[in-house]
């Protein structure tokens, strides 16, 4: 299926974007499809990448904990919401920032496929209406809304 481009957040302070973020939601790649506790945490490096690690457990709360640490690289400079994220030399999986709060609290990651999206906040957990407006702005991208996989979350 052919898509409109994804729409793009105008400008992105990379030193306000970087820090934790709680994966809420997600159509999930394979290493995460039953992750709990998942979080994301960027550091900007100092030649411009992103050290990036995702942490999670897997199956349960108390399930195996692990950790992927792909790198981000910066593709569109002029508005910082172009990424690609690198697990695997040569591959940079294309990242975009379709959804970002002017307090930098909530953002939704898409994908031009349209096959993984993150829908990820600065607290473990979001109101259910905030959560119904996220989930309603991803199925607005074109995502099927009953792919979308809600992340448990300690919030304790």
Known sequence: MKYEPVP????????????????????PSFPERNAFNAIERYELNDN????????????????KFKTLTPTG????????????MQFIWPIKADYRIAYLDK???QTVIAREKRDYVWVM?????????EYSKLIDF????????SLI????????
């Open 48 to 63: 411009g990448t992103i050290a990036t690690t995702f942490t999670f457990n897997d199956g349960s709360f108390e399930g």
């Open 138 to 145: 991803v199925e607005s991208l074109g995502y099927e809304k």
């Open 8 to 27: 793009l957040v105008k400008y992105v302070d990379l030193q306000k974007f970087m820090g934790a973020w709680y994966v809420i939601a997600h159509i």
């Open 103 to 105: 307090e930098y609290t």
């Open 149 to 156: 996989r809600k992340v448990p979350q300690e919030t304790n």
């Open 73 to 84: 690289f910066i593709v569109d400079e002029k508005s910082n919401a172009v990424w690609g």
């Open 121 to 129: 906040a600065r607290k473990p957990a979001v109101s259910p209406e």
